[in-house]
């Protein structure tokens, strides 16, 4: 079945310090790779995605995500983390023949000052 | 800019009462969705639709039906409230292909007493 793994529940960094967060995916075919934010209150806001061609994606808030077909691995990462990262963040995986998004569980982002 | 905007923030019901949860977008997006999301267990889908008067299920539809009357307008039914319904609910939308970028509103906040 397909499935998309967060391993991290909960993720606490200093402000500036650098950050990934991991997504694992299991797909039989090519995926389209999704990172979303949900900051706290509100809705999900598409960070960036991967469909094909460069395997290094840049998002906006000065995210970028890296697809490892080897790895089944889409992590996100973030060099200088800001305060107002502090959100959940949701990873998710699609094909071109399904119908519908998988989303990972979430990972909740921390940031102290 | 895009918007999907619910019809309320947050809502209280009781148990067995019908409770009606609507979405609207105003981007001319063939498909919506609507989605559970519950700590945890990230984002479920419950139904979605595809174009005015079709739907289809999705991961979760017991207890819930919808209706799509219009292209902008998305609702999610609930017969009969449970407590277990308790729950944020999130409504999206995306042109075209179903997997593509989703916009999600910001979501209803249910509480069934």
């Known amino acids: 079945a397909q499935s998309v793994t967060q391993p991290d529940i909960h993720i606490t960094v200093s402000e500036g310090a650098s950050l990934e967060l991991r997504c694992n995916y299991s797909?039989?075919?090519?995926?389209?790779l999704f990172w979303y934010v949900q900051s706290p209150g509100q809705g999900l806001q598409l960070l960036l995605k991967?469909?094909?061609?460069?395997?290094l994606v840049q998002g906006i808030k000065g995210f970028e995500a890296e697809f490892k077909r080897s790895q089944s691995s889409f992590n996100l990462r973030k060099p200088s983390v800001h305060w107002s990262d502090a959100a959940e963040y949701f990873c998710a995986v699609a094909t071109y023949n399904t119908d519908k998004l998988i989303f990972g569980t979430g990972t909740r982002l921390q940031v102290f000052p | 800019d895009v918007k999907v905007t619910q019809s309320s923030r947050y809502l209280v019901k009781r148990t067995g009462e019908k409770v009606f949860l609507e979405c609207v977008q105003d981007m001319d997006h063939e498909n919506m969705f609507w989605y559970r999301q519950d700590p945890g267990l990230g984002l479920r889908l419950i139904y979605f639709s595809y174009d005015v008067k079709m739907k289809e299920k999705g991961d979760i539809p017991e207890g819930y039906s919808v209706s799509r009357e219009k292209k902008e307008r998305f609702s999610l039914i609930l017969e009969s409230a449970s407590t277990n319904q308790t729950s944020m609910y999130l409504c999206?939308?995306?042109?075209?292909?179903?997997?593509?970028?989703?916009?999600f509103g910001p979501g209803t906040r249910l509480l069934v007493l």
């Open positions: 999206a939308s995306s042109s075209v292909y179903r997997w593509e970028t989703q916009y």
């Open positions: 991967y469909f094909s061609g460069d395997t």
């Open positions: 797909y039989g075919a090519t995926p389209y």
